[in-house]
């Protein structure tokens, strides 16, 4: 019984509205269809045609408490177009180098202080220097 792949990610906020704009605006994600779950509203953003982020509003900011997830990571393209929004937008983030492994690492937080990691390949071209917004 093998695991195919990930399927989502469930994030409580008290912020919908900017945790919404955040992941479509800023993170390029399409805002789609989502059930109607009673008790609670929300918003579904699709990567790649699936609702790989769902969120759900809650009545009050959840409590932040240690966790054992540390960050998700999604794949992107066009790093150097994705570090000028990110710089227009006045949204800090750092990038990594990995090597051997053929990557660069954006990393940085949505609205609520989730750590978000976006995955480039190494040879894309872009002024990798961190910007602390």
Known sequence: MPLESLDH????TANLT?????????????????PPFRGFDGAWHYCGGKAAVHLVE???????KETQIEHFAFRGG???????????RKIAYQVAVIPDVEIRQVNLYDPDGNHIEIQ???????????FNG
Do not use: C, H, Q, W
């Open 9 to 12: 990610v469930n994030i409580r």
């Open 18 to 34: 900017a945790m919404s704009d955040f992941y479509e605006d800023v993170l390029g994600l399409e805002k789609g269809p989502r």
């Open 58 to 64: 809650v009545d009050r900011p959840v409590e932040v």
């Open 78 to 88: 066009e790093l150097a177009v994705f570090l000028d929004n990110l710089r227009e």
């Open 120 to 130: 480039f390949a190494a040879t894309e071209e872009a002024d990798i220097s961190p």
